[in-house]
């Protein structure tokens, strides 16, 4: 079993992942500078993964656990080396790293594209230069559908045009187009390609990720009012907000509301595991893949399927369509099927009962401290 970096793990796709990794059996040592998240998570990820969690200095390390968490920033070079030397010299070099850190809200990404870019596109440039220095190169990197933005097919396959609307999208892209350089691959032609140098990267383009891990435990918490639609739904159920603000009925779609392909985080969490086993165990290579469940939902299938799972009326009024908005977003989820054989074993049902779970358990989200 590999000694893995996983950086940003504390977040909500990271802390699920973490878990997935150590029931896996993988060595963890998570980086993460809190600045949207809570150590609380990776302390109930121990629990429920029956391990012990490590908090330690980037220069101190103790000893080598099984789960170690470093409080630290991607940006940090000194750090980064820091944690690589310390893992060789406890004899258990990093092997992988999984690249979760990063900013993620559409919205402040137009306010703030200095931010965006710095964190997003100078943090993995640091990140990709300290891995090679220590000849550590196998990544996983977080990627998104907004990549894509207003796509000119659905379902949308890997090889459609990316042409990304806003700061974020924009740093994504220039995060995938370093890895793709580095790899000294070309552009977005093929899914597929064989990498130099020895890198072995994966770009997982996430869709909607949302729920929750089944026990209620650890989910997603986010900052203030919630942007997207999964977690203000799930405040409207838990009474945190009055009603949800439906963004346009007037959608060329069935009920007149936008579709998304929402993914339960689980069936995310176990498409990072297979996708780092494919790597480990690949020639070198740069994927790039969908990771979808190719099953469209609207706005209203969503508050319909929380009303069932909570037993509660979400109240809500229709307002105009949110600028920057698309009609329908779906992954052609093909790939990652033949490539990795996974596929999203979860429904709509399954994420709304976890995702009330862990709303229910936790109203008020983790409680913000590190
Ligand atoms: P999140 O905000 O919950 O997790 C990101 C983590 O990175 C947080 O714990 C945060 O504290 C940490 N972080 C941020 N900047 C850092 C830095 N400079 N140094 C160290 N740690 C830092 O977000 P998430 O939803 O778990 O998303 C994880 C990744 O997946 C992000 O890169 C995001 O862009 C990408 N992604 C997310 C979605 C989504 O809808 N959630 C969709 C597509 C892609
Ligand atoms: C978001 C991101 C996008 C990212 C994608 C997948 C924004 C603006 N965009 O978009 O970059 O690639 O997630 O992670 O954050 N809705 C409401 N009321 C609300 C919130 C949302 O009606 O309060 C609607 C939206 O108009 C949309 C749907 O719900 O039609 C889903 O919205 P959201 O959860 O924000 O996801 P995306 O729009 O896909």
């Given at each position: 079993?590999a000694?893995?970096?996983?950086?940003?793990?504390?977040?909500?796709?990271?802390?699920?992942?973490?878990?997935?990794?150590?029931?896996?059996?993988?060595?963890?040592?998570?980086?993460?500078?809190?600045?949207?998240?809570?150590?609380?998570?990776?302390?109930?990820?121990?629990?429920?993964?029956?391990?012990?969690?490590?908090?330690?200095?980037?220069?101190?390390?103790?000893?080598?656990?099984?789960?170690?968490?470093?409080?630290?920033?991607?940006?940090?070079?000194?750090?980064?080396?820091?944690?690589?030397?310390?893992?060789?010299?406890?004899?258990?070099?990093i092997e992988a790293v999984i690249h979760?850190?990063?900013?993620?809200?559409?919205?402040?990404?137009?306010?703030?594209?200095?931010?965006?870019?710095?964190?997003?596109?100078?943090?993995t440039q640091?990140l990709l230069s300290a891995m090679d220095r220590h000849s550590c190169r196998t990544l996983v990197f977080s990627s998104?559908?907004?990549?894509?933005?207003?796509?000119?097919?659905?379902?949308?396959?890997e090889t459609?045009?990316i042409?990304?609307?806003?700061?974020?999208?924009?740093?994504?892209h220039a995060a995938e187009s370093l890895l793709a350089n580095l790899a000294g691959c070309s552009g977005n032609t093929e899914p597929i390609q064989a990498s130099e140098g020895g890198w072995r990267i994966a770009r997982l383009r996430?869709?909607?990720?949302?729920?929750?891990?089944?026990?209620?435990?650890?989910?997603?918490?986010?900052?203030?009012?919630?942007?997207?639609?999964?977690?203000?739904?799930?405040?409207?159920?838990?009474?945190?907000?009055?009603?949800?603000?439906?963004?346009?009925?007037?959608?060329?779609?069935?009920?007149?509301?936008?579709?998304?392909?929402?993914?339960?985080?689980?069936?995310?969490?176990?498409?990072h595991?297979e996708a780092l086993h494919s790597l480990l165990n690949a020639d070198p290579q740069l994927l790039t893949l969908n990771?979808?469940?190719?099953?469209?939902?609207?706005?209203?299938?969503?508050?319909?399927?929380?009303?069932?799972?909570?037993?509660?009326?979400?109240?809500?009024?229709?307002?105009?369509?949110?600028?920057?908005?698309?009609?329908?977003?779906?992954?052609?989820?093909?790939l990652a099927?033949e490539h990795l054989?996974?596929?999203?074993?979860?429904?709509?049902?399954?994420?709304?009962?976890?995702?009330?779970?862990?709303?229910?358990?936790?109203?008020?989200?983790?409680?913000?401290?590190?």
């Amino acid at each position: 079993m590999a000694q893995l970096l996983i950086t940003g793990g504390a977040g909500f796709i990271g802390s699920h992942t973490c878990l997935v990794l150590l029931e896996a059996g993988h060595q963890l040592l998570v980086l993460d500078d809190f600045s949207n998240s809570s150590a609380v998570a990776l302390e109930r990820v121990a629990e429920l993964a029956g391990v012990r969690l490590q908090r330690d200095q980037p220069t101190l390390r103790a000893a080598p656990e099984t789960f170690t968490l470093v409080e630290g920033d991607i940006r940090d070079a000194q750090c980064l080396d820091a944690l690589f030397a310390s893992a060789t010299t406890f004899g258990q070099p990093i092997e992988a790293v999984i690249h979760f850190a990063g900013l993620k809200a559409v919205g402040e990404s137009v306010q703030q594209p200095l931010r965006y870019w710095d964190v997003n596109v100078v943090g993995t440039q640091r990140l990709l230069s300290a891995m090679d220095r220590h000849s550590c190169r196998t990544l996983v990197f977080s990627s998104s559908t907004t990549l894509y933005g207003y796509p000119d097919q659905v379902p949308i396959p890997e090889t459609a045009p990316i042409q990304p609307i806003n700061p974020y999208g924009a740093s994504k892209h220039a995060a995938e187009s370093l890895l793709a350089n580095l790899a000294g691959c070309s552009g977005n032609t093929e899914p597929i390609q064989a990498s130099e140098g020895g890198w072995r990267i994966a770009r997982l383009r996430y869709f909607n990720p949302v729920g929750a891990h089944p026990s209620g435990r650890i989910g997603e918490d986010p900052n203030g009012i919630p942007n997207n639609l999964f977690p203000f739904i799930t405040q409207v159920a838990v009474g945190r907000r009055p009603q949800l603000t439906v963004f346009g009925d007037d959608w060329p779609t069935p009920d007149g509301t936008c579709i998304r392909d929402y993914i339960h985080v689980m069936d995310l969490a176990e498409g990072h595991r297979e996708a780092l086993h494919s790597l480990l165990n690949a020639d070198p290579q740069l994927l790039t893949l969908n990771l979808g469940s190719g099953q469209g939902a609207s706005v209203l299938d969503v508050v319909k399927a929380m009303e069932a799972a909570s037993q509660r009326p979400i109240p809500y009024r229709i307002a105009p369509r949110r600028p920057g908005d698309v009609a329908i977003t779906l992954a052609n989820p093909t790939l990652a099927a033949e490539h990795l054989y996974w596929r999203t074993q979860r429904s709509l049902t399954d994420i709304c009962r976890d995702g009330w779970s862990w709303q229910q358990a936790n109203p008020q989200g983790y409680i913000r401290q590190t």
